[in-house]
């Protein structure tokens, strides 16, 4: 059992297997993804009450923070590297974006023309007015 | 105290439930009975209770599925005799009883039967297959198995206390919601499959963790069977699917018991939201079941023509196609439901497309079969029967994979015909041909073939006795689950319909005799080698029935098909090898983890269906106080000696030098 791990080991990892940087290395990787994290958390925040940018673009601002969020996160706290060693971690998660992607999207999608051709009776009603 | 439990539970005044659960209750306490006073308990309670082997747990899930088949055959049997009855009468199951007979048949055949038999044979085979010692997470796997029998406990305890759900096996609110469903069953029906969906999803995560972690020296991707390749995309539909399941039913639950409006029809509840989850999930679920199943007709088909698989590589591709596509179909279950044309045509189309994928495997199968030295043992006329089976149940889902024609069959009995023509034929053929081939293999004798042929033929034919009438009575405009009709049309084909069910009974009763004739004869049906079948990948390696480490080293895989190539290099070098030199092996050891887990999860369960809090808090604390003390475990190994491991390697290198010196001499 464990030798086979390690012989698999040399090629790809699991998170937090990664090759023994020295703990100060590590410390200083985790803080700097906190500091990170904490100036885009900052940043929403100071975007969404702000009146210094042109209003409409502040969701669309909203959006690229939100995802440079998830960004941070899978890099330094996830440690989804583009290294060989990390192709499993990828390709998981590649998976699941693709399958969140065809559930939630193909629901919005089904749930629209659902919800536009199959009404409740009253509003039925109300459109025959 | 006891929430909504009391003595009306027992339904005293339906004789049928009732002397259903004497007998079994009867024939369980006769088992424990006869286990206690023979003295095995200590056995049962070591060797496989507390197990963490693979193999065992394998084993134990092909034994629940078994078991839950006959519970939801019988079910079959009840609704084939009252159609065949209810012509302009009311037959003799009342419809409230009726309704939770075809509702506990759905159920259980999906959730206790189809997916426990092909987990328990992707446990049994895959890590041998792999050629390594155990499963990624062994204690896991355990607690997978025993919360799997929770659900399974659970709605077999709905016969006799309290009710089943009457809404068909996935539930549709608003009539499972409380207002058209007040009484207890569908709570029994909600927290089974909660509970023992937790247990799929930890066999999921566990079995694509394996695959993908643990393989043996050279095993690359592209060199693994190929039931290892739909075990791989089997288990990432699980992983990615089941948490749309668990969430639905979750919100479905919080509509029952917190008065939520998920799914109501008042307060802004959505019906058609709770569609469009359930077949979210409930599409990819189909391909759970099937992907196994090619992956076992893969291994059957390529074994008995004596050849490699033919178009390995296509058969990857068409897995993993099948894998990503199965999850933009789901609306062709509600087509009717009105999303319009352009979704309808999209969804439409998906649909036809995964045939594609699905015809190559056929292809690929048959030209496995073609110029080859077929041998027609029983796996074979599984597999043989399957594809013919296979075929026209795929044809009829094409069909109906067309909106238009959609809208005139669906929720017909042409669409009960279908998919019990895929799943019979696809899933349960599967899972009949696996358990013949690999018999032998888990257990070291093999099933007697005459008992096995014959098995075969009955059900084959008894399929489709019971079910081409079903889809000519669809075709005439019978709706499904119906308790009576008074259509003149339809009488006959449903009385044909009961004929063939008693064919496939008389199958069913040869399975089970040749289960008894060989567990009578099997020293003469003994495999000495560990290969009866002349196989090609690695399970065949090592030794009927494997010892608990599986293989004394890591097997050295060159390419594909690898036991195959092993044995053409022994024969030409003919075994000459030294014996290799042995080394301890660490195993992982037993833990009770999973079933202690399991006996608070099922007070939990039944708690939580009867509103007994201080029960829910007493068997919530239980589970993870269980997990807690795993946590905080000191030793989970423990060493197997190099020369125990020597001993009883060298047993089955001794048998194998006497196959091949027998073959020389021939």
């Known amino acids: 059992m464990s030798d086979q791990t390690h012989m698999q080991a040399e090629h790809d990892l699991a998170p937090g297997d990664e090759e023994q940087h020295g703990v100060g290395a590590r410390i200083l990787g985790y803080v700097v993804g906190l500091a990170l994290a904490l100036l885009l958390t900052a940043t929403s925040f100071f975007i969404a009450g702000t009146d210094l940018v042109w209003q409409p673009s502040i969701p669309v601002a909203l959006i690229v923070l939100a995802i440079a969020q998830m960004g941070v996160h899978l890099v330094f706290f996830l440690h989804i590297t583009t290294g060989p060693d990390n192709t499993n971690n990828v390709l998981a998660l590649a998976f699941g974006l693709m399958v969140v992607f065809l559930v939630v999207g193909g629901t919005v999608w089904i749930m629209a023309h659902l919800n536009q051709n199959m009404p409740p009776m009253d509003q039925i009603m109300q459109m025959r007015r | 105290m006891l929430g909504k439990l009391d003595w009306s539970a027992i339904p005293l005044d339906q004789p049928i439930p009732l002397i259903a659960g004497a007998v079994v209750l009867v024939a369980i306490l006769g088992v424990l009975g006869w286990v206690v006073v023979k003295g095995h308990l200590p056995y049962l309670w070591h060797e496989w209770i507390t197990s963490v082997d693979h193999k065992r747990i394998g084993v134990m899930y092909i034994l629940l599925a078994s078991v839950m088949l006959l519970r939801g055959g019988s079910d079959a049997i009840m609704m084939r005799i009252q159609q065949a009855v209810a012509y302009q009468s009311q037959g003799y199951l009342p419809p409230e009883h009726y309704n939770q007979i075809f509702s506990a048949h759905g159920t259980i055949m999906i959730f206790f039967v189809a997916m426990p038999f092909v987990i328990g044979l992707m446990n049994l085979i895959v890590p041998l297959q792999l050629g390594v010692r155990d499963v990624a997470f062994p204690t896991l796997n355990s607690v997978g198995f025993w919360l799997t029998a929770t659900g399974a406990l659970l709605v077999n305890l709905s016969l006799v206390i309290g009710e089943f759900a009457r809404t068909g096996w996935l539930a549709f609110p608003p009539l499972s919601e409380l207002s058209y469903s007040p009484g207890v069953g569908v709570d029994y029906y909600a927290w089974s499959l909660q509970i023992s969906g937790v247990g799929t999803l930890v066999a999921g995560i566990n079995l694509v963790t394996t695959v993908l972690k643990l393989r043996t020296k050279g095993m690359n991707y592209l060199r693994m069977p190929m039931f290892c390749w739909t ?308 399970e065949w390696a090592t030794s009927s029935p494997p010892p608990v480490f599986n293989f004394a080293f890591d097997p050295d895989v060159r390419g594909e098909d690898a036991y195959w190539d092993m044995k053409a290099h022994a024969q030409q070098q003919s075994l000459e090898h030294d014996l290799p030199e042995y080394h301890d092996i660490e195993m992982p050891r037993n833990s009770p983890t999973g079933f202690v887990c399991a006996f608070f999860a099922t007070i939990m369960g039944f708690a939580l269906i009867w509103h007994i809090w201080w029960m829910v808090i007493l068997g919530g604390i239980g589970a993870v106080a269980t997990f807690v003390v795993f946590a905080w475990r000191d030793h989970d190994e423990y060493v197997i000696p190099a020369g125990e491991v020597a001993a009883i390697d060298r047993v089955n290198i001794e048998e194998r030098r006497n196959l091949v010196s027998m073959a020389g001499a021939v």
């Open chain 2, 231 to 538: 075990t791989l995309a089997s288990n990432l539909l699980i992983v990615a699917a089941f948490p749309i399941l668990t969430a639905t039913l979750a919100m479905l639950l919080l509509d029952r018991y917190l008065g939520f409006h998920f799914f109501t029809n008042e307060a802004g509840g959505n019906v058609m939201m709770f569609m469009n989850l359930i077949w979210a999930w409930g599409h990819p679920e189909v391909y759970i079941l099937v992907l196994p199943a090619f992956g076992i007709f893969s291994e059957v088909v390529s074994t008995f023509s004596g050849k490699a698989l033919f178009g390995y590589r296509s058969m990857v591709l068409a897995t993993m196609a099948i894998c990503v596509i199965s999850f933009m179909v789901w609306l062709h279950h509600f087509f009717t439901m009105g999303a319009g044309p352009d979704v309808n045509a999209i969804f439409g189309i998906a649909s036809m497309i995964i045939a594609v994928p699905t015809g190559v495997k056929i292809y690929n199968w048959l030209f496995t079969m073609y110029g080859g030295r077929i041998r027609f043992a029983t796996p074979m006329l599984w597999a043989v029967g399957f594809m013919v089976t296979f075929i026209i149940g795929g044809l009829t889902g094409v069909l109906v994979a067309v909106p238009p024609a959609d809208f005139m069959l669906h929720n017909s009995m042409f669409l009960v015909a279908h998919f019990h023509n895929v799943i019979i034929g696809g899933v349960l053929f599967g899972a009949f041909a696996g358990f013949e081939y690999w018999f032998p293999k888990a257990f070291g004798f093999r099933l007697d073939e005459r008992w096995g042929k014959l098995a075969f033929w009955f059900t084959f034919l008894g399929f489709y006795v019971t079910f081409v009438p079903l889809y000519v009575a669809g075709m005439l405009g019978m709706t499904r689950r119906m308790q009576h009709y008074d259509v003149a049309a339809w009488r006959p084909w449903m009385l044909v319909a009961a004929a063939g069910m008693a064919v496939l009974t008389i199958g069913v009763i040869c399975q089970i005799m040749q289960l008894v004739v060989s567990i009578r004869n099997r020293e003469a049906l003994r495999d000495r080698t560990g290969d009866p079948w002349d196989g090609r990948s690695l």
